[in-house]
């Protein structure tokens, strides 16, 4: 009889853990937590989590699970984080501006995937440089030399730049032998920076030729108090082509600051310049060495991320 009893209890003690084990196996699990989002910025931000516990295996993978929806997954965006357990923190980038995301740490283990809690944040809407952009300051149609609008500026002498109204609204004119016009629109960034550039163009009309015209958004930086001085650190240009002719365009570009010219010209003034690049260059037409063009913007928008 004790023989019997000696046999029973390691039998028993031994069932409970196969059952255990089993249990696991059947229903796993893992304990993981979601951290609050910090670092938030217009297109990043940094998250993380912490895994304490799963029921069986090691943790494969682990990272940030994140969506515009709720109940984010791995079959959508996500980035890794190495294996194990413990506390793990990832960036999250290439993100929308003014944007609301739904996040889950996660965990994979065993081939299984388990998910934090889910936390929401949402990134900062980009900010606007340009002010006057439909050129509507001051309200007197007399006013039409550029450097009489409301913070824009030229070193055009008039006969190539100004403003004039059109369709019962103020509107800016320059011709591709313009100097174009700016403005100075703060400090250049300390960092890589990133910045939207939406405007209305409308080709209005060209001498010697049919060709389409380009504007450059040229990004130029100074010191002191003279913008004359400036020197371009880059530009990006928006085609306007001649097919649409007499028609109003949007035109949409964008141009990123790189770390190298950010700390080659920070604490600079910033100028944002809006002039025209005659697609043809050198254009012989009975002794005429250039076309012009004449091009009309409106609604110009800058913004940065």
Request: hydrophobic share 35%; glycine share 8%.
């Amino acid at each position: 009889m004790n023989k019997l009893k000696l046999l029973v209890v390691p039998f028993a003690a031994f069932a409970m853990l196969f059952m255990a084990g089993c249990d696991d196996e059947e229903n796993p699990s893992a304990t993981l937590s979601t951290t609050a989002v910090t670092d938030i910025s217009t297109r990043s931000a940094t998250g993380g989590g912490n895994i304490t516990a799963v029921s069986h295996g090691e943790v494969t993978e682990r990272g940030l699970v994140w969506s515009e929806n709720a109940e984010p997954t791995t079959s959508g965006t996500k980035a890794t984080a190495g294996t194990g357990d413990g506390e793990f923190t990832v960036e999250m980038t290439d993100l929308d501006n003014d944007t609301e995301y739904h996040v889950r740490a996660y965990a994979i283990a065993g081939g299984d995937t388990f998910y934090g809690d889910e936390v929401t944040f949402s990134t900062l809407a980009s900010q606007e440089l340009i002010v006057n952009g439909d050129f509507s300051a001051p309200d007197d149609e007399e006013l039409e030399d550029m450097n009489s609008v409301e913070a824009w500026k030229t070193e055009d002498n008039g006969d190539n730049v100004g403003r004039s109204f059109d369709d019962d609204e103020y509107v800016s004119w320059q011709s591709s032998f313009g100097e174009g016009f700016y403005q100075t629109v703060g400090t250049v960034p300390t960092s890589e920076t990133h910045f939207d550039i939406s405007l209305q163009g409308n080709f209005d009309y060209i001498y010697w030729g049919e060709t389409d015209e380009k504007v450059a958004v040229k990004f130029s930086s100074y010191s002191g108090s003279d913008p004359s001085t400036r020197t371009v650190i880059g530009e990006t240009v928006l085609l306007l082509p001649f097919a649409n002719q007499y028609q109003w365009l949007s035109l949409t570009g964008s141009f990123t600051l790189t770390d190298e010219q950010a700390a080659a010209h920070a604490g600079e003034n910033l100028v944002i310049e809006f002039e025209l690049q005659n697609a043809l260059e050198a254009y012989d037409y009975e002794g005429f060495d250039d076309m012009n063009a004449w091009v009309l913007l409106d609604k110009i928008s800058v913004t940065k991320d």
